[in-house]
């Protein structure tokens, strides 16, 4: 089966640009996550969807970020303006139905703030 | 709270011998734990998960874990490094109870020739 798709793989933008990425998930998967990685960093949650509704969004800087999964399949994560510590590794996670929890992960989107 | 801890951010093994990294979690109920390795710009890559079934589990390129719900942990074992074993590693922890995914730290794994 095809795995977590994301475009672009690299960005590089100025300071208080706007940018988005794309995610496509495994099909089928109802969960999605969007997570930034900062170098050196562990993975943070920015948003969870369930279908096309937000499950968690409590560490989205919501003054600069938005995302949505309208049809409840991919998702756009949106930035607008971007400052220069957006600078990171943004991760898309999809995950099934089975109770258990395994995220399967794209390859990511590094972005770069000038 | 609930937390994941990785206990080692640094690990640094020759070529030929053992790994351990460590990872300790706090749960009110019985979660799901996982594994993910991520080599220099790349995702995140499944290496192993426990799901309450065998305690011992394995994963994939000959890692394995053991989860001890007494001492909280889940540490990741290998009997003999390899140089491709070189990449961060990162224990994570899913609360069935509650939805959520909790992420370590991360142990950077270094292995020398």
């Known amino acids: 089966e095809a795995g977590v798709a994301q475009s672009p793989r690299y960005k590089i933008i100025e300071k208080r640009q706007s940018v988005a990425f794309w995610c496509n998930p495994i099909s089928g998967h109802a969960t999605l996550y969007w997570y930034q990685q900062i170098l050196g960093q562990g993975p943070k949650l920015l948003i969870q969807f369930q279908n096309n509704g937000v499950v968690d969004d409590s560490q989205l800087p919501k003054d600069r970020f938005s995302a949505e999964r309208l049809k409840g399949v991919d998702s756009t994560l949106k930035i607008q303006p971007a400052k220069l510590e957006d600078s990171a590794v943004y991760l898309c996670?999809?995950?099934?139905?089975?109770?258990?929890?395994?995220?399967?992960f794209g390859p990511g989107t590094r972005l770069l703030v000038l | 709270a609930q937390s994941v801890t990785q206990l080692d951010s640094h690990v640094s093994v020759s070529e030929g011998t053992p790994v351990l990294l460590r990872c300790n979690y706090s749960s009110s109920y019985s979660p799901s734990l996982f594994w993910y390795v991520q080599h220099p710009n790349k995702g995140l890559q499944l290496l192993l998960k426990y799901t309450s079934a065998a305690t011992l589990v394995k994963g994939i390129n000959g890692f394995e874990a053991e989860f001890k719900k007494s001492e909280t942990s889940f540490h990741l074992t290998k009997p003999s490094a390899h140089m491709s074993d070189a990449a961060e590693y990162f224990c994570?922890?899913?609360?069935?109870?509650?939805?959520?995914?909790?992420f370590g730290a991360g142990t950077r794994l270094f292995v020398k020739a």
């Open positions: 996670a999809s995950r099934g139905t089975s109770g258990e929890g395994t995220q399967y």
């Open positions: 994570v922890v899913y609360y069935t109870g509650g939805f959520k995914t909790i």
